[in-house]
């Protein structure tokens, strides 16, 4: 396996809007960040992904980009990026940024033009189409609900929007709009930026001709037609042809609705499209047939078999990134720990078991606290684009039960892992001295970076030494992957091994202490216990003992 240092590396997600507030406006921004480097360097994160800082109507919190070489107002000035970006260099700390570029926002000037006229020059970097039988032109569905196509009046033809339809969806078929995209990324990359993570990019190519979907269930929507089309692959290596390949840089694509084998072609080890690539498998673990907000419980013999599936395929093949909550998922100890009595515990054993695997971990803002999920009370209380149209589909124009759709939300929505950072247990947890643009979620007077720097049993301090038992142990890193106790329903156990080292990993991932008797083939002379969240007994047997509620433990077998 040929080492990279990005497969070595800890990244660190920011939501910019939610991270540290600056000025007192109540959104975060990068002076904000500024501040906080040195919380994160002391963390032990190697790499920041930052969530996009681009001009933005901010329709969609930023994922709507109508100028890629400015800064949002909101978020500080191009100068106050260039001395974040120095601020983190200086640290030893790598910066990659968001790549949003299925679409833009309709506020940009390509689009301002585009809709113009049928003849206008930029006409052809969006995907308009004339209706059928007064009608959209075909069936598919937004991500964000509703039609994917908009009808705009000034020529009489509509436009695709796989999302908000504020965010028209770029033609990646016309050759002069993607070499503007491959521009702006140079543009940047000049700057000195290490990397990009690139939004839902696999949606880039549309199969020709953009032909209806046979139905309307579930990845029946129109996804066969735009996810993984003809022709992204050759996009991909065209980007890297035209730019990646010229950089020392870190790539990771996000990929909805991607099989093992199409991450081996995104993500190969000829290292011609992308590093990485982050898959929703796991992600979609508690989604019924009805979709994302049709909710039912997770079972870990699920989860079993999409980790062990990801980490075999990909094995000598392509690299794994490791996630278990980002900006658009709920927080991960709600999801799959238990937030309440057994929430540290469990936001441990959690860390252990995803940073134990192969592949790059990715941190969350705020899971290194334990951060929770919230409930408000109010549908108003929620700012997120996509709970909002959700919401109007289902209770204002569908009827539905206002209680059932808000535990829907309050189990997946978005807006969970959207709640600022909690710092401190002053006023606004010390995000902001003004009004905060989202409530905060009520728990940051216990739950915060002053309780958890202090307390060296804190989930921060545990998360520190995951990190750097990483930096120590190319096992950790290099190892490869294979699955124990696979009937086991409450535990999750794993061995990694490289050469002579075997490191056998232990969660159990229920509230009952759980009976734990090792495999008769994985032998050895000595045992070291790497890491665990529960104190352990020496005299404690390693081929057989229990674990208690949520405990993790990674021995180090010789």
């Known amino acids: ?252 694509g996000e990929c909805p609705g991607a099989s093992t084998a199409d991450a081996i072609k995104y993500a190969n080890n000829d290292g011609t499209e992308l590093n990485m690539i982050f898959t929703f498998e796991h992600m979609d673990l508690d989604s019924g047939p009805g979709g994302k907000w049709n909710v039912k419980p997770w079972i870990l013999a699920d989860l079993k078999t999409i980790m062990s599936k990801w980490q075999n395929d990909l094995e000598g093949k392509g690299w794994n990134s490791l996630y278990l909550n980002n900006h658009d998922q709920p927080r991960m100890v709600s999801r799959f720990g238990n937030d309440k009595e057994y929430r540290v515990e469990s936001a441990k054993m959690l860390g252990t078991f995803l940073h134990m695997m192969k592949g790059t971990p990715y941190i969350y803002q705020g899971e290194e606290l334990g951060m929770t999920n919230v409930r408000f009370e109010q549908i108003e209380d929620y700012n997120d684009i996509e709970i909002h149209n959700m919401y109007r589909e289902k209770v204002v124009e569908g009827g539905e039960d206002h209680h059932k759709v808000m535990e829907a939300i309050y189990i997946k929505g978005r807006d969970n892992a959207r709640t600022p950072m909690q710092w401190d247990s002053s006023e606004n947890a010390g995000f902001t001295s003004g009004t905060p643009w989202l409530k905060l979620n009520p728990n940051y007077k216990e739950i915060n970076v002053a309780q958890a720097v202090a307390d060296p049993n804190s989930i921060y301090h545990y998360y520190q030494q995951l990190i750097k038992l990483r930096k120590e142990y190319e096992v950790i890193v290099y190892g490869r992957y294979e699955l124990i106790l696979e009937d086991d329903e409450n535990i999750y156990a794993y061995t990694r091994t490289l050469g002579n080292e075997k490191l056998v990993v232990l969660c159990n991932f229920s509230g009952e202490e759980s009976p734990i008797v090792l495999p008769d083939d994985i032998e050895f002379s000595t045992a070291e216990l790497l890491i665990g969240n529960y104190p352990v007994h020496e005299e404690d047997s390693v081929n057989s003992f229990s674990l208690k509620p949520y405990e993790a433990r990674v021995y180090l077998l010789k």
């Open 1 to 252: 396996m040929e080492k990279q240092w990005w497969k070595n590396s800890v990244v660190y997600q920011i939501y910019p809007r939610s991270f540290m507030d600056s000025n007192g406006d109540g959104i975060g921004d990068l002076r904000g960040i500024i501040s906080k480097l040195d919380y994160l360097k002391e963390l032990g994160v190697d790499v920041i992904w930052l969530s996009p800082v681009y001009q933005s109507p901010n329709d969609d919190n930023g994922y709507d980009i109508s100028d890629y070489q400015k800064i949002m107002d909101e978020f500080g000035t191009i100068e106050d990026m260039d001395e974040l970006l120095n601020q983190m260099h200086e640290r030893g700390m790598k910066l990659m940024m968001d790549l949003v570029v299925n679409h833009s926002s309709d506020e940009h000037q390509w689009f301002i033009e585009s809709r113009k006229s049928k003849d206008n020059p930029y006409r052809d970097y969006y995907i308009w189409r004339p209706g059928k039988d007064g009608a959209e032109p075909n069936n598919w569905t937004s991500f964000f609900s509703g039609s994917a196509w908009q009808y705009d009046e000034a020529t009489e033809e509509y436009y695709l929007h796989l999302f908000s339809k504020k965010q028209p969806d770029l033609n990646w078929e016309n050759p002069t709009l993607r070499k503007e995209i491959y521009d702006m990324m140079k543009w940047w990359l000049d700057k000195g930026i290490d990397g990009f993570r690139m939004d839902v990019i696999n949606l880039i190519s549309k199969v020709d001709g953009l032909p209806s979907a046979p139905g309307r269930k579930r990845y029946d929507w129109g996804g066969d037609f735009f996810m993984n089309g003809p022709r992204v692959h050759e996009y991909l290596q065209e980007m890297n042809r035209e730019v990646l390949s010229k950089y020392e840089i870190m790539t990771v």
